[in-house]
């Protein structure tokens, strides 16, 4: 079964710091991933998506994300965080034929400490 | 260019109500997704509008529904409300359904069942 795993619920990191947020993904295929980012109150706003080619991907926001097939993970990266980068982080899978079908991971949560 | 848009943002109904949620998409977007995003279960996919046809449907009972208009406006009704039914129901808006489309959110509709 397809699903997305990602296991920190809830992450603090300085502001300035580097952040690395992980993401396991099960799927028969190979897969169209991607990260959102969901600020309180707000709807999710697309990050970056990986569908082929250079397996590192280069976001908005300054974020960028590396697919490694042999570790079925896409990891979320930034080398410096900001005040403004505090919110929940889903990563996320879907077929090729369907953006809708999309499977969410349970999100993380980013803090950023002052 | 508009983004997409929900009504009402807010909204409370008692057991055994029904409700219904509006999402304008942007401009030119055809496709009308739909998502629950609980606390308990997460971001779970509804169904999908392309063309005023459904294409895909998620895994949630018969209670909901939903429908999409010529000019691509799509509601979603939830007949007879639990209160599990209490989430953010999120609205997204993409040009075509390929997994290859960006998705474009709203700021959902928050629904409280008492």
């Known amino acids: 079964a397809q699903s997305v795993t990602q296991p920190d619920i809830h992450i603090t990191v300085s502001e300035g710091a580097s952040l690395e947020l992980r993401c396991n993904y099960s799927?028969?295929?190979?897969?169209?991933l991607f990260w959102y980012v969901q600020s309180p109150g707000q709807g999710l706003q697309l990050l970056l998506k990986?569908?082929?080619?250079?397996?590192l991907v280069q976001g908005i926001k300054g974020f960028e994300a590396e697919f490694k097939r042999s570790q079925s993970s896409f990891n979320l990266r930034k080398p410096s965080v900001h005040w403004s980068d505090a919110a929940e982080y889903f990563c996320?899978?879907?077929?090729?034929?369907?953006?809708?079908?999309?499977?969410f991971g349970s999100g993380t949560r980013l803090s950023i400490r002052p | 260019k508009a983004g997409v848009t929900q009504t009402p943002r807010y909204l409370i109904k008692t057991r055994g109500q029904q409700v219904t949620l509006s999402c304008s998409p942007i401009?030119?977007?055809?496709?009308v997704s739909w998502y629950q995003q609980t606390p308990g279960q997460g971001l779970q996919f509804l169904f999908e509008?392309?063309?005023?046809?459904?294409?895909n449907k998620g895994n949630f009972p018969g209670r909901f529904s939903g429908r999409q208009f010529s000019n691509s406006r799509s509601e979603m009704n939830v007949s007879t409300l639990e209160l599990g039914d209490s989430a953010l129901y999120l609205c997204?808006?993409?040009?075509?359904?390929?997994?290859?489309?960006?998705?474009?959110f709203g700021p959902g509709t928050r629904l409280l069942v008492l």
């Open positions: 997204a808006s993409s040009l075509g359904t390929g997994a290859q489309e960006t998705q474009y």
């Open positions: 799927y028969g295929a190979t897969p169209y």
């Open positions: 990986y569908f082929s080619g250079d397996t």
């Open positions: 996320a899978v879907a077929p090729y034929s369907s953006a809708s079908k999309i499977i």
């Open positions: 401009s030119g977007h055809r496709s």
């Open positions: 509008y392309f063309s005023e046809t459904q294409r």
